[in-house]
Nanobody
């Protein structure tokens, strides 16, 4: 059974860092693109970053460029999102998703979604 589990969220002060992990079980990620999305209260889910299956290409939302870095370790069946210089507006539930192309569009990820991990940036 396909399962995606996000971890690494938590409470951090503005300017701090977190590293999110997305680990798959029941299937291997190495043939798929992975996207990170987030959803703040009262807002739509938005694309944060994505990475192709071979890590040959990545993409970032303008709001996180230069602060977030996506990477993957196919041997560990895990994708990471390193988040630096966090801001209060980064507060949201962060989700990873599996799809066929690196895209910032929610509906492009039909293979599977994780349950999300809460990130709260506050002093």
């Amino acid at each position: 059974q396909l399962q995606l589990v996000e971890s690494g969220g938590g409470l951090v002060q503005p300017g701090g860092s977190l590293r999110l992990s997305c680990t798959a079980s029941g299937f291997t990620l190495d043939k798929y693109a992975i996207g990170w999305f987030r959803q703040a209260p009262g807002k739509e889910r938005e694309g944060v970053s994505c990475i192709t299956s071979t890590s040959s290409s990545t993409n970032y939302a303008d709001s996180v460029k230069g602060r977030f870095t996506i990477s993957r370790d196919n041997a560990k069946n895990t994708v990471y999102l390193q988040m630096n210089s966090l801001k209060p507006e980064d507060t949201a539930i962060y989700y990873c998703a599996v799809g066929l192309i690196c895209s910032m569009v929610v509906t492009h990820y039909q293979v599977g979604w994780g349950q999300g991990t809460q990130v709260t940036v506050s002093s």
